[in-house]
């Protein structure tokens, strides 16, 4: 049966989610970058920083940035890690040519590419990473033990893993607020933005029925990785995973 999250699909039940993701991402590519600072507040830039430096004791040389999207998390850890190079890999090629020009009016263009595959199936060799990150993309994949395992076979040995996903909190009286903001607000926004309703009615419903906490770094666990670690962000809306490849 799987998580709960995997049978959430942004348009209907009768495709498979992978090809659902890659669709609303094709679709909602030109607002992403506006809605995801917008519904955020502008937060979703602190949450980056603080998950990038949980990688610096690592010293990553080769990193993954598994669902990189636009490539905004890809160009925060080239820049602030120094890194060799950068792979950013997502679903969606609308949202790699934003990632591509990104980086090409940066000068980056050398040393952070972009190809477009399936993260559960990615078409990179075994242990050629020294870092693998998502940014705010577990809940978007149709099997996610599958997904960590591929991230496992792909991380060199003492390799780290860091995943960035929005959460639920778990105060009733913030609860309440954020239901409100990401069960009303946030879909009437981006259906004005993108015109895409049901991407922006897709998200709440992920976040509240992605894995969370304990029950995501069990996964982690069960794919090999070993200490497996959370913290929590703004009052619990964002959550930060680590774990290393023993």
């Known amino acids: 049966?799987?998580?709960k999250v995997e049978n959430i699909k942004p348009y209907n039940e009768s495709e498979g989610k992978t090809r659902q993701v890659r669709q609303m991402f094709d679709s909602i590519a030109p607002a992403y970058d506006f809605m995801n600072h917008a519904m955020t507040m502008g937060i979703d830039k602190?949450?980056?920083?603080v998950a990038v430096n949980t990688l610096k004791a690592v010293?990553?040389?080769d990193v993954l940035d598994v669902a990189t999207g636009t490539g905004d998390f890809a160009i925060k850890l080239y820049n602030d890690l120094n890194p060799h190079a950068v792979k950013g890999v997502d679903l969606s090629e609308g949202m790699l040519e934003v990632a591509r020009r990104k980086v090409?009016?940066?000068g980056l263009d050398k040393v952070i590419t972009f190809e477009q595959g399936d993260c559960l199936d990615l078409?990179?060799?075994?242990q050629s990473f020294d870092a693998v990150t998502v940014a705010f993309g577990v809940?978007?994949?149709e099997h996610i033990e599958q997904g960590y395992r591929e991230m496992h076979r792909v991380l060199r040995p003492g390799g780290m893993l860091c995943v960035l996903e929005l959460s639920t909190p778990q105060n009733a009286f913030i609860r309440w607020f954020y239901?409100?903001?990401a069960l009303h607000v946030i879909p009437f926004i981006g259906s004005l933005k993108s015109g895409d309703k049901s991407a922006y009615r897709y998200l709440p419903l992920?976040?509240?029925a992605v894995p969370q906490g304990e029950k995501m770094l069990d996964l982690m666990r069960a794919a090999g990785f070993d200490d497996c670690r959370c913290r929590t962000l703004t009052l619990g809306t964002c959550t930060i995973y680590t774990a290393t490849k023993p």
């Open 1 to 3: 049966m799987g998580n």
């Open 46 to 49: 602190w949450w980056r920083k």
């Open 59 to 61: 010293k990553p040389g």
């Open 104 to 106: 090409a009016d940066k």
């Open 123 to 126: 078409k990179l060799g075994d």
């Open 139 to 141: 809940r978007n994949f």
């Open 179 to 181: 239901d409100l903001y």
């Open 206 to 208: 992920s976040i509240a």
